[in-house]
């Protein structure tokens, strides 16, 4: 019996951007890492297939040998592999257990499946790449553009460099290798006509068609599931949000599988937080809680937090880095003390800090596999530092305990202001997660997974998010923009998606797209249109538009506007 | 649409109109001479009614990042109250001291206001606070940003390079379209970045600068007037929430009594005058500074006041002095919230409740009363709660009808802590004011002291954002029956925003949006030429992101309404 973690790594990010039907994105993410030792112990050797076997379902991947995972545990990183075999339940959270699932693990002859043989083993969809050649703009424009805003992750960096020819990026300055491989590969797997689903296949039809399917499967919904966002503008998610109040739909972010469980610690203890410039120019104490930037957000560490230099800490030498998480990081690489927390157990971890921070006694020899002089050492340098930061990360999240995890996290926080300046920030993924977090509260009052059934506003996590009302089967329609939910939720959820009339809004195609009733391509959000996307720190800024779209093509913004108007003329008669 | 409204009590102070029969006409958004209408313009029957220009609130967190995440925390806020949507009519919303944006917009209309401005927020957040304020329906607005704890503005305050400094905020203002200058215990973020701050005096050091609170309130008061901005500086003052605080706010608004030129308008204005109103050397010994202020606010006619004035029940604090919250999370365990952003200020939130029976709570009530109603000029007195801090702004009515009755007082006198009840000379004091004087207070007034040449009044001209109550000056004694005027006052019979009905019967019969305001002083080029070189070289070093991207242009907001500021600053 093995304990399976699943997240994210660096080429899984990167190889995503290129795309998710390369052979190089199933090579770095149909995989399972797995500890030498245990390896021997299953008699598998490093390359060949492996059979992960859960309650909740089993896949065929490739075992790797890593030094870095812990005896006992296996990894595979977040995609829709990963998906096969994680457990649906969500606990009244929203946000699934997809790390601490109990695993067997048996060599197999099998091959490992491509992501269509996953959807067809789910849904009798007639499943078909629809990926075209890129479209070139016909302007092409020649340009360098400089102060460009970073659309991939939660970093938002807005120092790139990226020179057009002939209305193609050629080049890209500044950028983290995620961040080139978006930029420069943007286009590879896209899909350029809206398409509508007949006869069990999809089939190119116009946009004016598209959308009048589109808004009669939401106004005929009775409960229609509006999801997605994170990679799109704020202008997008404010459309979302009066579809799902239109429809009497549920409204709900990617949040809810990542960072939903600090919003309900926030809901429970208030979060003391600083923006990123504020770290970077006085944190003399950084740590990352279960979470590996170095992979994740690649020039974080450089810009904002460990190696930046500020205007009063001018640079690593004057700052001590800890990292905390179940495994050795490249990120804990670079870190002064790296603690190794036992899988799932970051709250009594969290906990003994607390009591050592307040000077109680721990009479545990050890807590959470750590030795209490660790313990007690590190609430010595937290209670010490000039100015310390706690980085959040989804090993917090999606492990158990979840909202507690991050309730406990915050009050630590909260506690050390007693003795010097301490603050706290969750590593958010998407580039807008955080935006369409805010749009959705300053519109509706909560900040995700949003019920409009009884035509006002209401929000209980559990119930109301995306992850569970798919779970349980109570939706009877999708709205999915510009997100991948058949690549990143539980099979279960995935199985219910594939059963309902679905509406996908994207740049890209994608395996949800396969899935999907309705098509409609879009432009890229900092790429091929502007946008207002907020950083994971809350800070603002305006995506630029670099290339001209290709023909025909509009943003997020246009097409939901559009098909707002539809459902309107539908629902009110007008 | 044209309207013409017949026969209305009018209160229109800015023209010296005191409730008398008269008709008021409107066209293409802007009131008109009656004779102008065309025969397709629709009559209004207000006879019996009250007719006054649209509300105005020149202090109210409405929008922005801190507003945002006390709605955020506070899920409890939004479960109880909300707002059914009305498809075709009205969108939908929750929340009481945190309500969300379409709320926010609905509920002012409905109580007849239909200008507010949201008097803090971060620049580096400002594009955020604009998103906000983009999505209130109805009102119009702006945001004062926050300048204290700015480190241009300290370095330059540091090096008395007062020219610099004023370029400096009127980039500023433009560039992130910003209206007034707001100070929050001057200087504080930069200490709490230090984990310090608390109680800090004015003239006490700021840490990492040689300048003290006084240094930066005179400062900018400074700049403000080089800058020739319509509204005064907006001050929260020094050691706010600390027993015996009165003193500090007597020292700051004397701090700058030098700088005044004789004119009639005030050159700093005081912002919830009662959370900084506080005699007393401890919370077992407080007692109201009220008197003090008012007689100081009566003597000198250089500064202004607005009221932050508590009504019992649940409020969520919000501000951007930190450390204070940080102490009111002592006295109010429970959550907790704050931020602080890079280069220029911090903030804070915590969940309140005011309870009546409670001495400190008590004291706290009487204070702001007491100061509205010992200051004799009603044109330098606002009525705020300091939404939502002392209570959310749906109080208004409530509040107004304190000040208009006596009767009204003396029902809460016997509901309130005994000894918290005589620590103020509000017992004692009989004044109620008039139905005039509340116009003066809750529009006019606002619209002067922002310096709104169209709203505020009814002349030709105006804008035409018009409140109509269904009250009878006439017949209403509002002393005693001060009870239908709050029921009027919570519903308007008809709210016209830019000249559209958009309230009738007390109910949103449109959703629409308004504009938001803006200053822009003119800098001379050279001058503005050198400061922005100056900020760019020092802002890759301060700023975690790009000066280019620092600025927010007049397209990324719904609809814009600049203001020119001719600046007395030389090239």
């Known amino acids: 019996m093995f304990t399976l973690i699943t997240g994210r790594t660096l080429e899984q990010g990167r190889t995503m951007e290129i795309g998710k039907f390369t052979k190089d994105y199933m090579d770095r993410v149909a995989i399972c890492e797995i500890n030498p030792e245990d390896l021997k112990k299953i008699g598998v050797e490093s390359g060949s297939n492996v059979k992960v076997k859960t309650a909740y379902g089993e896949v065929v991947v490739k075992a790797v040998s890593s030094n870095t995972t812990s005896p006992g545990v296996v990894f595979i990183p977040m995609g829709p592999w990963a998906n096969m075999v994680v457990n649906p339940d969500t606990q009244g959270t929203g946000m699934p257990n997809l790390k601490g699932v109990p695993c067997q693990i048996e060599a197999t002859g099998e091959a490992i499946p491509g992501i269509y043989d996953l959807l067809k083993k789910i849904s009798d969809k007639t499943f078909e790449a629809k990926i075209s050649k890129p479209e070139v703009a016909v302007s092409g424009r020649s340009e360098t553009y400089s102060n460009v805003v970073c659309c991939f992750c939660g970093c938002v960096c807005d120092d790139l460099e990226v020179s057009v020819e002939n209305g193609k990026i050629k080049s890209v300055k500044n950028g983290c290798a995620i961040s080139m491989a978006k930029l420069l590969n943007y286009d590879r797997e896209r899909a350029y006509k809206p398409m509508v689903r007949k006869n069990g296949k999809l089939v190119e039809t116009s946009l004016e068609e598209a959308l009048n399917e589109a808004a009669k499967i939401l106004a005929e919904a009775k409960y229609p599931l509006i999801y997605g966002w994170s990679s799109t503008s704020n202008e997008a998610m404010r459309h979302g949000v009066y579809l799902a109040e239109l429809t009497g739909g549920v409204v709900d972010n990617t949040s809810v599988s990542c960072h939903g469980p600090t919003i309900l610690g926030t809901q429970q203890a208030g979060v003391v937080k600083a923006t990123l410039g504020q770290i970077r120019n006085r944190a003399d104490l950084i740590v990352y809680w279960g979470c590996n930037p170095v992979y994740a957000h690649p020039r974080h560490t450089v810009r904002y937090s460990a190696m930046a230099k500020g205007r009063f800490v001018k640079g690593r030498k004057e700052r001590k880095i800890v990292v905390v998480d179940v495994r050795p990081t490249p990120t804990s690489k670079i870190a002064d003390m790296f603690i190794q927390v036992k899988q799932g157990m970051d709250y009594e971890l969290i906990t003994a800090l607390r009591m050592a921070v307040k000077d109680h006694t721990i009479e545990a020899p050890t807590v959470a596999g750590v030795p209490r002089e660790k313990i007690l050492e590190l609430a010595d340098m937290f209670r010490s530092a000039r100015f310390g930061v706690i980085f959040l990360g989804m090993g917090l999240t999606m492990t158990s305990g979840k909202g507690r995890n991050l309730e406990e996290a915050i009050k630590l926080v909260q506690d050390l202001n007693e003795w010097t300046k301490f603050v706290l920030l969750a590593m958010r993924g998407h580039y807008n997660v955080t935006g369409t977090n805010e749009v959705i509260v300053w519109l509706t009052g909560y900040p995700y997974a949003v019920d409009f059934m009884l035509g006002y506003p209401r929000h209980n996590p559990g119930i109301t998010t995306a992850t569970d009302v798919l779970i349980r089967g109570d939706v009877d329609a999708a709205l999915i923009v510009a997100s991948d939910p058949a690549s990143h939720f539980p099979r279960k959820a995935v199985e219910h998606l594939a059963k309902i009339p679905t509406i996908v809004i994207d740049p890209r195609w994608s395996p949800t797209a396969s899935l999907a009733d309705v098509f409609i391509p879009t432009r890229y959000v900092g790429i091929e249109c502007e946008g207002v996307v907020y950083r994971m720190d809350g800070v603002p800024l305006r995506a630029k538009k670099l290339v001209d779209p290709p023909p025909e093509i509009l943003s997020d913004e246009e097409v939901l506007g559009k098909l707002v108007e539809k459902v309107e003329a539908l629902k009110l008669g007008r | ?571």
Not at chain 2, 2 to 26: F, S, T
Not at chain 2, 152 to 164: G, I, P, S, T
């Open chain 2, 1 to 571: 649409m044209e309207y013409l409204i017949k026969n209305g009590y009018v209160y229109d102070p800015l023209n010296n109109v005191k409730g008398e029969k008269m008709d008021i006409a409107i066209k293409n958004g802007k009131i008109v001479s009656p004779s102008e209408l065309s025969g397709d313009a629709k009559t209004i029957d207000a006879s019996g009614m009250v007719v006054m220009p649209g509300g105005v609130d020149i202090h109210s967190h409405i929008a922005g990042p801190k507003v945002s995440a006390g709605r955020i925390m506070r899920p409890e806020d939004h479960y109880k109250v909300y707002m059914r949507a009305i498809p075709g009519v009205r969108r939908s919303g929750s929340g009481k001291t945190t309500p969300s944006t379409y709320v926010i917009g609905y509920k002012y209309a409905r109580m007849g206001w239909t200008t507010v401005f949201e008097p803090a927020t971060p620049p580096l957040e400002t594009r955020h606070t604009h998103e906000e304020l983009d999505d209130i329906p109805i009102l119009d607005k702006g945001c004062f940003p926050l300048l204290d704890s700015n480190w241009f503005v300290l370095e330059y305050l540091q090096n008395k390079d007062y020219d610099r400094c004023a370029a400096f905020i009127g980039w500023l203002m433009d560039a992130i379209k910003g209206y007034a200058i707001k100070i929050v215990d001057p200087g504080v973020a930069e200490a709490w970045s230090l984990g310090m701050g608390v109680g800090l005096s004015l003239d006490d050091q700021i840490p990492n600068y040689n300048l003290t609170p006084r240094e930066i309130v005179r400062g900018l008061c400074k700049a403000n007037q080089m800058l020739k901005l319509p509204h005064p500086i907006h001050v929260h003052c020094n050691r706010l929430g600390f027993p015996g605080n009165y003193v500090s706010t007597l020292d700051t608004m004397d701090a700058v009594s030098d700088l005044a030129l004789n004119q009639d308008t005030p050159i700093i204005h005081i912002t919830h005058v009662q959370f900084t109103g506080y005699a007393g050397d401890s919370w077992a010994t407080l007692a109201s500074g009220g008197e003090e202020i008012a007689k100081y606010v009566n003597n000198h006619k250089h500064v202004s006041l607005d009221l932050g004035q508590i009504v019992f029940g649940d409020v969520t604090t919000m501000t951007a002095d930190a450390p204070f919250e940080f102490v009111l999370h002592h006295l109010a365990p429970g959550k907790w919230s704050s931020t602080d952003v890079e280069a220029e200020t911090s903030s804070g939130i915590v969940p309140y409740r005011y309870k009546k029976k409670n001495f400190v709570n008590t004291v706290q009530w009487c204070i702001g009363l007491e100061v509205a109603l010992l200051v004799k000029d009603p044109w330098r007195i606002f009525p705020t709660t300091d939404h939502p801090n002392a209570g959310p702004f749906t109080s208004y009515p409530t509040v107004l009808a304190w000040l208009m009755s006596r009767k009204a007082r003396e029902k809460v006198f016997e509901q309130v802590n005994r000894r918290g009840l005589r620590k103020s000379a509000l017992q004692a004091i009989d004044r109620e004011y008039d139905l005039y004087e509340i116009t003066i207070i809750t529009r006019a007034a606002g619209a002067k002291i922002l310096g709104l040449k169209d709203k505020g009044h009814l002349g030709v001209g105006a804008d035409a954002d018009v409140a109509i109550y269904n009250l009878n000056p006439e017949k209403i004694d509002f002393s005693k029956d001060w009870e239908t005027f709050v029921k009027a006052f919570k519903r308007a019979a008809y709210t016209f925003k830019n000249g559209e009905m958009v309230v009738k019967d007390g109910e949103i019969l449109r959703h629409m949006y308004g504009e938001t305001y803006y200053v822009k002083p003119r800098v001379p080029e050279s001058l503005l030429k050198t400061v922005v070189e100056d900020v760019k070289t020092r802002f890759r070093e301060w700023y975690s992101i790009n000066f280019e991207n620092y600025v927010i242009g007049d397209d990324e907001l719904r609809a814009v309404k600049p203001i020119q500021v001719e600046t007395t600053l030389k090239g």
